[in-house]
């Protein structure tokens, strides 16, 4: 940059202005700047305490709406997997749990391939009892799409699901079984059993 | 529109006697802030053409019901482009390029406090354009959220998304220095004698608009960024799936957009108070009055944010307090439009082109200001939300407020830039065509607003395809009007009459005692400061 005009014209006759009076000016400036960004750091916390302080906006109201207002109580939860034609080895983390409606529960299942080649296929849900399914909200499941395994690789999958605070009074115990299909190969991808089972059903 | 350095001129000062870079490198490098101001509105200028021809795509598509040219989500795309574009890369650089131009012309100072500054926030502009344009490009397209770029659909877009984000850094940036260097400009720079109440009104507008800047920028600079790291870093700021709170992004963004929109009124009337003054020839009524009623606009614009948010849920005792607050705010307003019309009282009137733009200015500024009071009313609002009652009110603030007074300035200063008067026939034909489409373009719309037809979307119900044709013709013809404004420069710069230092005789501030075109390098000494020059 040519140092000839990045110097400001002289100022000969000027009443010199000192640069500290600019930078003065700059400082309270920039602790505007400053400021704002402090301000806009605290918001998100401030606002939830405002919001409750106040009363003016209710913030969880979203989440409380969508649970029903049936109170929670506690469902025996059991959990089991089959292999359809014995190819893979496949077996829940867990047995058995307690959990309240409306919590959400996390369960990991184990596949392994015991075969030597390739398996492709998908883990179909069914429910005991059968109606329990339709409470059974799944929010993510290995089960919404097709697996490749490797031969004898090993896995750990999620489920992560809710029951819903309206299950019928009468269930006091759900299960929730997974039986594995191999793909036959050539299938297409976006079989019906998959769309089903991405419905979460 | 060409600052063109006279050698005799800067060869008097020994410290040019290197001479100029020149060709490219003389506008990459420069920090005289009438390169800076010429670039800007250069800059502003292309903007406006692309943002402009954006719209176009969107009134194309509007012309009749059905989908005829761009896929909705191109068509949302558009939208959004189109209003980050005209806000931050036309209408704000526009005034800061006239800020540059004339804010120390007119307060008798050599240059910009930070003349190399000066130059970095110019040149921070064109990346930032850059990245918005070519995210068109990008796997995905641009962002398509409209301006306000509300999650959890910002929070879902492609990487259009955080070019859009970056973007806004950028301008952020930007604007935040160059209103640095325009209130430290003014506030230590000043001829002496110059107090700041006899300080010429477009000088006042922007400080409390640097003002607004310094204090609202960071506030959506942060926003944007909570935005991006809601993105890619899993907090949880807005996205509802964590416990964020969408809502929390409106009262952030609105509490910057609210001051945003005065950021681009207040130079607008900043401008007019100068021009309607000089083609009234009498000094500009209430002086006093202007400058508080400014400072008014620039801290009541804080507190009224939520009147964009009446149908979020907030509550009934919310929404009556933003409902009088936002009603407040036109009171200081008519305020300046009460001046504007008292010093026209009486006055001897010529109406020349920037006079003109004023006065459509003042006509179409007070009728988007009227619809602007009917969408404060929160049971009016909660009808008339998102639909194009909105559109053409926001267009009548902007378009027919900023841009024509941006034109009012253009011509006004016109010969004093380029040292040539422009043909007043090829200025009036531009106005004539541009007051005229404007309004055939952005009336209906207030008609198919309160008939119903959303905004933002690209097909309509058919009842509504009338209002629409009529809507388009008036786009297409304002958006080619003004193409004559690149006539009007040229003809200017190639065959217009030489121009006195003091073109227009009603015209009074020192910008007017300099000769025209203004010198390369003026008022190194502080000139002298007297009444007849005060109160432009």
């Given amino acids: ?201 | 529109m060409q600052a063109t350095p006279h050698a005799g001129y800067a060869g008097n000062h020994d410290h040019h006697s290197h001479g100029h870079p020149t060709g490219l490198m003389r506008w990459v490098t420069t920090t005289n802030h009438k390169d800076i101001g010429t670039m800007y509105l250069w800059f502003s200028f292309v903007m406006f053409l692309v943002g402009g021809a954006m719209s176009l795509i969107l009134r194309a598509e509007l012309f009749s019901p059905g989908l005829q040219y761009v896929s909705p989500e191109f068509y949302n795309q558009m939208l959004t482009l189109h209003a980050l574009i005209m806000v931050f890369g036309a209408i704000m650089p526009a005034f800061v390029g006239f800020a540059n131009w004339m804010i120390p012309m007119m307060i008798g100072a050599s240059d910009m406090a930070f003349a190399r500054m000066n130059n970095w926030s110019f040149w921070l502009l064109p990346p930032a354009a850059i990245l918005l344009t070519t995210s068109i490009f990008v796997p995905g397209g641009a962002a398509g959220t409209g301006w306000t770029m509300y999650p959890p659909l910002s929070i879902q877009m492609g990487m259009g998304m955080d070019m859009a984000i970056f973007a806004v850094h950028i301008l952020g940036m930007s604007s935040i220095m160059g209103s640095i260097n325009i209130v430290t400009t003014i506030l230590n720079m000043r001829t002496p004698g110059m107090t700041l109440m006899k300080m010429p009104l477009f000088c006042w507008t922007w400080l409390v608009t640097a003002f607004l800047l310094i204090a609202s920028m960071p506030i959506l600079a942060g926003a944007v960024t909570m935005l991006l790291t809601d993105r890619h870093f899993g907090t949880s700021f807005f996205a509802a799936a964590g416990g964020g709170d969408p809502v929390l992004f409106q009262h952030i963004f609105w509490f910057f957009g609210h001051p945003e929109v005065y950021i681009i009124a207040l130079p607008a009337f900043g401008v007019v108070s100068h021009v309607i003054p000089a083609f009234s020839r009498k000094p500009l009524f209430g002086y006093v009055s202007m400058v508080y009623a400014i400072a008014a606009i620039g801290l009541i614009s804080f507190f009224v944010w939520a009147h964009h948010m009446y149908v979020t849920g907030i509550p009934l005792t919310g929404q009556l307090y933003f409902m009088y607050a936002t009603m407040l705010i036109a009171v200081p307003t008519g305020v300046k439009v009460f001046n504007w019309v008292t010093t026209m009282w009486r006055g001897s009137l010529t109406f020349e082109t920037p006079m003109l733009f004023a006065l459509g200015f003042l006509v179409l500024f007070t009728i988007g200001g009227l619809t602007g009071l009917v969408l404060a009313m929160t049971a009016v609002d909660i009808q008339l939300q998102d639909t194009y009652y909105v559109v053409a009110h926001f267009h009548y603030v902007m378009v027919a407020g900023a841009l024509f007074s941006a034109y009012a300035g253009l011509y006004f200063w016109l010969p004093k830039w380029t040292g040539r008067m422009y043909s007043e026939g090829l200025g009036k034909l531009h106005f004539w065509l541009s007051i005229i489409f404007f309004n055939v373009a952005f009336f209906p719309q207030h008609f198919l607003g309160l008939a119903g037809m959303p905004r933002r979307v690209p097909d309509y119900a058919q009842q509504f395809a009338d209002f629409n044709v009529i809507s388009g013709i008036g786009a297409f013809g304002f958006g080619f009007s003004q193409l004559l404004v690149l006539v009007v420069i040229f003809q200017a710069l190639k065959s217009g009459e030489k121009a006195s230092s003091r073109p227009w005789d009603g015209a009074h501030g020192l910008e007017w005692t300099v000769p025209s075109p203004a010198p390369y390098h003026t008022f190194e000494d502080p000139p002298p400061f007297n009444q007849a020059e005060a109160h432009g």
């Fill in chain 1, 1 to 201: 940059m040519n140092p000839t005009l990045t110097s400001p014209p002289a100022t000969s006759g000027r009443p010199r202005r000192p640069a500290r009076s600019n930078r003065r000016v700059v400082a309270a400036l920039l602790s505007v700047v400053v400021g704002s960004l402090l301000f806009l750091s605290v918001q998100p916390r401030f606002y939830k305490a405002f919001c409750d302080w106040s009363g003016l906006y209710d913030i969880d109201r979203a989440q409380r709406v969508a649970v029903s207002s049936i109170p929670p109580r506690p469902v025996t939860l059991e959990f089991d997997a089959n292999s359809h034609d014995g190819s893979l080895r496949f077996r829940p983390e867990t047995a058995t749990l307690t959990a309240k409606t409306g919590e959400i529960v996390h369960v990991v299942y184990r596949i392994e391939n015991t075969l030597n080649r390739t398996v492709v296929g998908q883990a179909i849900p069914s429910y005991g009892p059968q109606y329990a399914g339709a409470y059974v909200k799944k929010l993510d499941c290995f089960c919404f799409k097709q697996q490749t395994f490797a031969p004898h690789e090993v896995r750990e999958m999620p489920v992560v699901f809710l029951l819903e605070q309206g299950l019928p009074e009468e269930v006091n115990t759900v299960t929730l079984s997974y039986t594995f299909f191999e793909v036959p190969s050539g299938a297409a991808t976006s079989s019906p059993t998959a769309t089903a089972a991405a419905s979460g059903k």
